[in-house]
């Protein structure tokens, strides 16, 4: 059992930045394949940004060249650096590990205003 928090969203204006993280504890989170999903009203959840163990990482065509993923297993901790947020990117933000079929965090609300 993993058990993933969230952390970081808020209000911010369009243009802005947030850094979202993301605490695992439980069974070495370390191993697992690690995402960021989000959520926007009335729209299905979406993976848009994965890292595999080693770092490498993987965007969506929506988030590319904006948002940044990254992991450090020593603290069991997974970031996203969000830059350049427009009104689009309003959503609940989702850590996530081992895919749609693993664990799960309560998520996290951000907001773009104009």
């Known amino acids: 059992q993993v058990q993933l928090v969230e952390s970081g969203g808020g209000l911010v204006q369009a243009g802005g930045s947030l850094r979202l993280s993301c605490a695992a504890s439980?069974?070495?989170?370390?191993?697992?394949?690690m995402g960021w999903y989000r959520q926007a009203p009335g729209k299905p959840r979406e993976l848009i940004a994965q890292?595999?163990?080693?770092?490498?990482?993987n965007y969506a065509d929506s988030v590319r060249g904006r948002f940044a993923i990254s992991r450090d297993n020593t603290k069991n901790m997974l970031y996203l650096q969000m830059n350049g947020l427009g009104l689009e990117d309003t959503a609940v933000y989702y850590c996530?590990?081992?895919?749609?079929?693993?664990?799960w965090g309560r998520g996290t609300q951000v907001t773009v205003s104009p």
């Open positions: 996530n590990a081992q895919g749609q079929n693993g664990y």
């Open positions: 439980g069974r070495t989170s370390s191993t697992y394949v």
């Open positions: 890292i595999s163990r080693s770092g490498a990482p």
